[in-house]
């Protein structure tokens, strides 16, 4: 059974406000799972709440952009402008874990609501007495960010593992979305640098046949994991963010005060 990924959904259904300034970079394929003779094929795409705009495949945008099943592993490549971005054959049967690791892009806070705004939605605590102790205006400053992607992609049996691809910020899936049993959920462990993330905000998109969209936020346990609740037939986004203070070479490389790592794993339940 295929199970396809709606790439222009119109309508959402958010039990969270709708004005959240984040904006999530995923990567979606047209199915997540798929016959051993057919391309594996995904739009890289930005947007919110599961819903977004697809970009072309520009090498000068990302650091990394790697397929692997078992133990082979293959770099990503496709036309310079080519959409979808993703169109590669499989390595071979099995589950493929494809990541993406972004270059270094910035944004300039000219408000500082909405810089409070998005620490608060990503549960960023005590920011402001820590954006005021480091003597940093109130507007006119930078954030620097770099997305840590991943997708997993049933081929033919689809069986196999999710494993860590050395994101700076990265999910590993403990349990295979299309062959294992997920009526107690699919269990999802986050890494930041070489540390389990305990106790932090993951956000979870679910994105229904019919195109809605649901969201819910849930946390991490101190071993790094949550359980997502699942559904037969529906696709799903989850989202985890560092807010930091950039190393002192990085702050004057990029001129920037603030860095952000987003974390992203999307992946199919079957009918």
Do not use: C
Request: overall charge negative; proline content about 4%; glycine content about 8%.
């Amino acid at each position: 059974m295929r199970i396809f990924a709606i790439a222009f959904a119109l309508t959402a259904a958010l039990p969270i406000s709708s004005q959240v300034l984040a904006h999530e970079f995923w990567i979606e394929p047209i199915a997540y799972q798929i016959d051993s003779g057919n391309n594996i094929i995904g739009e890289l795409t930005n947007g919110q709440a599961f819903v977004g705009s697809q970009l072309a495949y520009l090498p000068q945008r990302f650091d990394r952009f790697t397929v692997a099943v078992g133990m082979r592993q293959s770099d990503v490549k496709n036309r310079l402008g080519a959409r979808p971005a993703l169109d590669i054959e499989p390595l071979s049967e099995g589950l493929h874990v494809i990541s993406y690791q972004s270059t270094l892009s910035k944004l300039t806070y000219d408000e500082w609501a909405k810089f409070l705004k998005f620490a608060k939605h990503k549960d960023f605590d005590n920011i402001e007495a820590i954006h005021h102790a480091r003597g940093l205006p109130r507007d006119g400053f930078d954030e620097g960010y770099r997305r840590f992607s991943k997708t997993l992609v049933g081929v033919g049996n689809s069986i196999g593992n999710d494993f860590r691809t050395n994101l700076d910020i990265e999910f590993v899936a403990i349990d295979n979305p299309y062959t294992d049993d997920l009526t107690n959920g699919l269990r999802v462990q986050l890494y930041y640098l070489n540390y389990l993330h305990g106790n932090a905000q993951v956000e979870l998109f679910e994105k229904a046949p019919d195109g809605t969209v649901n969201i819910t936020l849930l946390r991490t346990n101190v071993d790094g994991i949550a359980t997502l609740p699942v559904k037969a037939g529906y696709s799903y986004l989850v989202d985890a963010v560092v807010l930091r203070e950039p190393s002192s070479e990085l702050a004057v490389e990029a001129e920037i005060e603030w860095e952000t790592l987003w974390a992203a794993l999307t992946f199919g339940v079957p009918k």
